[in-house]
């Protein structure tokens, strides 16, 4: 098992930028692919992105392609998600995930989750 710890949330505007990271313990990231994903107040909680364990292959929802970017530092147990262009729409907690599964874009395909960390975005 995989302990995650997200952090870089906050209040932004719209239009402006975070990067929220994901630091793991326990255990190294390096043979998980990552994933994050948000949950906004009354909804389900959706897929944002994820990245192989090697960082040579990511997926994102459409929602957030061409704003979001995902990416891992190896020599820090990290995965980060790099968020531009934030919409109101943005507004959510957003987990961070692992899973040995290739690029899992489904909820119960992840093994272990972080307690997430709020992004509000005003608008």
């Known amino acids: 098992q995989v302990q995650l710890v997200e952090s870089g949330g906050g209040l932004v505007q719209a239009g402006g930028s975070l990067r929220l990271s994901c630091a793991a313990s326990g255990r190294t990231l390096s043979s998980y692919c990552m994933g994050w994903f948000r949950q906004a107040p009354g909804k389900e909680r959706e897929f944002v992105a994820a990245i192989t364990s090697n960082g040579g292959a990511r997926t994102y929802a459409d929602s957030v392609k061409g704003r979001f970017t995902i990416s891992r530092d190896k020599t820090k147990n990290t995965v980060y998600l790099q968020m531009n262009s934030l919409k109101f729409e943005d507004t959510a907690v957003y987990y961070c995930?692992?899973?040995?599964?290739?690029?899992?874009?489904?909820?119960?395909?992840?093994?272990?989750w972080g307690q997430g960390t709020q992004v509000t975005v005003s608008s």
């Open positions: 995930a692992a899973t040995t599964q290739w690029l899992g874009t489904q909820l119960r395909q992840y093994d272990d």
